[in-house]
Antibody
Framework: EVQLVESGGGLVQPGGSLRLSCAAS????????MSWVRQAPGKGLEWVSV???????YYADSVKGRFTISRDNSKNTLYLQMNSLRAEDTAVYYC??????????WGQGTLVTVSS | QSALTQPASVSGSPGQSITISCTGT?????????VSWYQQHPGKAPKLMIY???KRPSGVSNRFSGSKSGNTASLTISGLQAEDEADYYC???????????FGGGTKLTVL
């Protein structure tokens, strides 16, 4: 079964850091495009970052320079390192596999709360 | 990059058909046949319903269909059922640097 499971969310102070993980099963992370998408409380979906199978990475302007997407092929896991966190980064963060610019499947999401 | 424009809400009675529009620009929806649609129930992860404008993933009901004309994509749900009540989001490729943009979401109420 193709599945994604996120972890690593929690409460962090403004300016702090957090690393999210997304463990994949049923397929190989390194052979696919993989993205992070977030959803602020009561708001819509916002694309955050993508890593291509070839290793190229792209970011939304709102997180560029603060967030880093990466993967560990040996663990079949995707990561999102989030630094210099702001209140507006508070959201549920989903990882998703991308195929032809369509996201499927999605993980269950992990909540990141940035607050003092 | 601005979000794609969707109506905030639509409604319909069981058995009826509804259409949700998704308006972008010539830089996203109008330039690529890479529009997808997602269904999201409260507290759940989004689910892919339509990809590449009009293709349905395996397991998605044929009551769901997609189309595009110019800078506007549309999702049509026919034979509305109570379980269709959810939020729906469109998404379009917008070039390599922007990657994708999402719509603001539409809340579907089945009356």
């Amino acid at each position: 079964e193709v599945q994604l499971v996120e972890s690593g969310g929690g409460l962090v102070q403004p300016g702090g850091s957090l690393r999210l993980s997304c463990a994949a099963s049923g397929f190989t992370v390194s052979s696919n495009y993989m993205s992070w998408v977030r959803q602020a409380p009561g708001k819509g979906l916002e694309w955050v970052s993508v890593i291509y199978s070839g290793g190229s990475t792209y970011y939304a302007d709102s997180v560029k320079g603060r967030f880093t997407i990466s993967r560990d092929n040996s663990k079949n896991t995707l990561y999102l390192q989030m630094n210099s966190l702001r209140a507006e980064d508070t959201a549920v963060y989903y990882c998703a596999r991308e195929t032809n610019i369509a996201f499927d499947p999605w993980g269950q999401g992990t909540l990141v709360t940035v607050s003092s | 990059q601005s979000a794609l424009t969707q109506p905030a809400s639509v409604s319909g009675s069981p058995g009826q058909s509804i259409t949700i529009s998704c308006t972008g620009t010539s830089s996203d929806v109008g330039s690529y046949n890479l529009v997808s649609w997602y269904q999201q129930h409260p507290g759940k992860a989004p689910k892919l319903m339509i990809y590449e404008v009009s293709k349905r993933p395996s397991g998605v009901s044929n009551r769901f269909s997609g189309s595009k004309s110019g800078n506007t994509a549309s999702l049509t749900i026919s034979g509305l059922q109570a379980e269709d009540e959810a939020d729906y989001y469109c998404c379009s490729y917008a070039g390599s640097s922007t990657h994708v943009v999402f719509g603001g979401g539409t809340k579907l109420t089945v009356l």
